[in-house]
């Protein structure tokens, strides 16, 4: 094996320079800094964590019995890299074609009550393909007072395949008519692998 030192590498002719061919094997050892003070490509960087979606409650409240799982309506979107959360009829994502792998898939259900109604409990969940496969509860001690905006957080990695949907619902108890807050009931989700 022979070594060749020098402090840079520059093309014979134009302006890029190949590094080995098909099928080499590049080594960088342990303990070596890698830094790029340019643009990376060909990295896999330019479509990771896509298909990417953030969804949200938009324009009012939505209304919802007590102590029933419900399906959050989120009805606006942040980001939808690629078109596959539905926000208008079903408030699902859906994975496309070739996008199959691990997502972490996350959601909040906010629970919004008018005064002299006490929530004791608020859970969220996610749903795939029809079925609950995660949740989170919150239990509130009131001691008589009053909560009129409680939250609560839901997160999950899921090996999806192409043509399976994940939904967000709520579930909250309460001596009233509860309803999921705008703007704070949240579902999102993005590729890992």
Same mark, same amino acid.
């Given at each position: 094996?022979?070594?060749?030192?020098?402090?840079k590498?520059?093309?014979?002719?134009?302006?890029?320079?190949?590094?080995?061919?098909s099928g080499?094997?590049?080594?960088?050892?342990?303990?070596?800094?890698?830094?790029n003070?340019?643009?990376?490509?060909?990295?896999?960087?330019?479509?990771?964590? %896509?298909?990417?979606?953030?969804?949200?409650? /938009?324009?009012? +409240?939505? &209304? =919802?019995? #007590?102590?029933?799982?419900t !399906?959050?309506?989120?009805?606006?979107?942040?980001?939808? %890299?690629?078109?596959?959360?539905?926000?208008? /009829?079903?408030? +699902?994502? &859906? =994975?496309? #074609?070739?996008?199959?792998? !691990?997502?972490?898939?996350?959601?909040?259900?906010?629970?919004?009550?008018?005064s002299?109604?006490?929530? /004791?409990?608020? +859970?969220?969940?996610?749903?795939k393909?029809g079925?609950?496969?995660?949740y989170?509860?919150t239990?509130?001690?009131?001691?008589?007072?009053?909560?009129?905006?409680?939250?609560?957080?839901?997160?999950?990695?899921?090996?999806?395949?192409?043509?399976?949907?994940?939904?967000?619902?709520?579930?909250?108890?309460?001596?009233?008519?509860?309803?999921?807050?705008?703007?704070?009931?949240?579902?999102?989700?993005?590729?890992?692998?």
């Amino acid at each position: 094996m022979s070594e060749i030192q020098a402090n840079k590498l520059s093309p014979a002719s134009g302006t890029a320079l190949q590094v080995g061919d098909s099928g080499d094997t590049i080594t960088i050892p342990s303990g070596a800094t890698i830094t790029n003070s340019g643009t990376a490509t060909g990295f896999g960087m330019s479509s990771a964590n %896509t298909p990417l979606f953030m969804a949200y409650r /938009s324009g009012s +409240r939505q &209304t =919802v019995a #007590s102590s029933t799982w419900t !399906k959050a309506q989120c009805n606006g979107e942040a980001l939808d %890299t690629d078109s596959a959360y539905d926000n208008s /009829s079903n408030y +699902r994502f &859906t =994975v496309p #074609s070739g996008k199959a792998g !691990k997502y972490y898939i996350f959601g909040q259900i906010g629970e919004y009550n008018a005064s002299s109604v006490s929530i /004791s409990q608020i +859970r969220s969940a996610i749903y795939k393909n029809g079925s609950l496969v995660d949740y989170s509860r919150t239990d509130l001690d009131t001691g008589g007072a009053e909560f009129h905006e409680v939250f609560a957080n839901c997160s999950v990695i899921l090996d999806l395949s192409v043509g399976d949907y994940v939904e967000l619902y709520g579930k909250v108890v309460d001596s009233g008519t509860p309803e999921f807050t705008d703007n704070a009931t949240k579902f999102g989700g993005y590729k890992l692998t």
